[in-house]
């Protein structure tokens, strides 16, 4: 089974940007279908993003509108989240999750593995 391992996140000034790397491990992502999810204090976890196995098809949240991109590394084992004009609204744990689904799969419940989830904090 894969392990993941969130790693990137940090204190970002508004309109900043930041990138936010999944790694994995034991397994290569390329087997699996990729979200990326987020959890802020008081608040449900939810999809920021999700994409194919194959790195063909992705859907992103409407609070996204355009900001963020998924992409991954030519060996399979690492995926970034690159978020660009982060707002105070951004702030909050990132999870990266992958499904055996091989599909765009958008719903927590359909994801098997996931990390322990990094900080972003956009500041005024």
């Known amino acids: 089974q894969v392990q993941l391992t969130e790693s990137g996140g940090g204190l970002v000034p508004a309109g900043g940007s930041l990138t936010l790397s999944c790694t994995a491990s034991?397994?290569?992502?390329?087997?699996?279908?990729m979200g990326w999810f987020r959890q802020a204090p008081g608040k449900e976890r939810e999809l920021v993003g999700a994409i194919n196995s194959a790195g063909s098809s992705s859907v992103f949240a409407s609070f996204v509108k355009g900001r963020f991109r998924i992409s991954n590394d030519n060996r399979g084992n690492t995926q970034y989240l690159e978020m660009n004009n982060l707002e105070l609204g951004d702030t909050a744990v990132y999870y990266c999750?992958?499904?055996?689904?091989?599909?765009?799969?958008?719903?927590?419940?359909?994801?098997?593995?996931w990390g322990q989830g990094t900080q972003v904090t956009v500041s005024s």
């Open positions: 999750a992958a499904s055996v689904a091989s599909g765009v799969s958008t719903h927590r419940g359909r994801y098997d593995y």
């Open positions: 034991g397994d290569t992502l390329n087997n699996y279908g």
